[in-house]
């Protein structure tokens, strides 16, 4: 299981950090990513980091976020910086891609989701 927290509601050029932890599971040797979704829209994929810690960004962030992870403490991150609001969304970890590409493929774990308002 996964849980995310970290969520809020900040100004436009504030900062905030997702952090999303794991029970059940360890994130040693496993890929895992955030991704975002805003009600209407498809669902988007923010961050990825490989089982072997190379990340990978959307285009549209600008170097604005940075991806991370503590496998000691079984916990990764997301720290946006210079948030806009267009980044309001619910942000979901996700670890285990099954098959497809990161950001629109199938995930095995997946947790519930933390709102970050921008305005």
């Not at 992870?69 to 720290?79: C, I, S, T």
């Not at 619910?90 to 285990?96: E, I, K, L, P, R």
């Amino acid at each position: 299981q996964l849980v995310e927290s970290g969520g809020g509601s900040v100004q436009p050029g504030g900062s905030l950090r997702l952090s999303c932890t794991a029970s059940g599971m360890t994130f040693d040797h496993r890929d895992m990513a955030w991704l975002r979704q805003v009600p209407g829209k498809g669902r988007e994929g923010v961050a990825y980091m490989s089982a072997f810690g190379d990340p990978i960004y959307a285009d549209f962030l600008k170097g604005r976020f940075i991806i991370s992870r503590d496998n000691a403490k079984n916990v990764f991150h997301l720290q946006m910086n210079n948030l806009e609001p267009e980044d309001s969304a619910t942000y979901y970890c996700v670890s285990v891609l099954e098959r497809g590409n990161w950001k629109k493929g199938e995930w095995m774990y997946w947790g519930r989701g933390t709102q970050v308002t921008v305005s």
